[in-house]
């Protein structure tokens, strides 16, 4: 059974930098999609970053574009998301996801069948 396990949160201030990390077990992805979502209090789970596994496209919500970069490392089987610049509207809470088919559209929940339990990241001004 796949498991995902996402750690590197924290709280920082606005400006600063965090590296999150999912670790994946019981399964390796050789191919398919492996995103970010976050999700804040009161607001719905939304896509943050995506990346196709093997080719290595990415892809970003305009919210994040410039300031955060996906990037999976295979030997490790894990994906980080490298968020620098953060602003206090990007404290949620912070999931790993990750699919075998090659999503059309991998910053939408729908279709992702395993998830992380998320790991919280505070932004204060």
């Known amino acids: 059974q796949v498991q995902l396990v996402e750690s590197g949160g924290g709280s920082v201030q606005a400006g600063g930098s965090l590296r999150l990390s999912c670790s994946t077990s019981?399964?390796?992805?050789?191919?398919?999609?492996m995103a970010w979502f976050r999700q804040a209090p009161g607001k719905e789970r939304e896509g943050v970053a995506a990346?196709?596994?093997?080719?290595?496209?990415?892809f970003y919500a305009d919210s994040v574009k410039g300031r955060f970069t996906i990037s999976q490392d295979n030997a490790k089987n894990t994906l980080y998301l490298q968020m620098n610049n953060l602003k206090p509207e990007d404290t949620a809470m912070y999931y790993c996801?990750?699919?075998?088919?090659?999503?059309?559209?991998?910053?939408?929940?729908?279709?992702?069948?395993?998830w992380g339990q998320g790991t919280q990241v505070t932004v204060s001004s």
């Open positions: 996801a990750a699919d075998e088919a090659w999503l059309v559209a991998p910053l939408k929940r729908l279709g992702y069948d395993a």
């Open positions: 019981g399964y390796t992805y050789s191919r398919g999609c």
């Open positions: 990346i196709y596994i093997g080719p290595g496209r990415t």
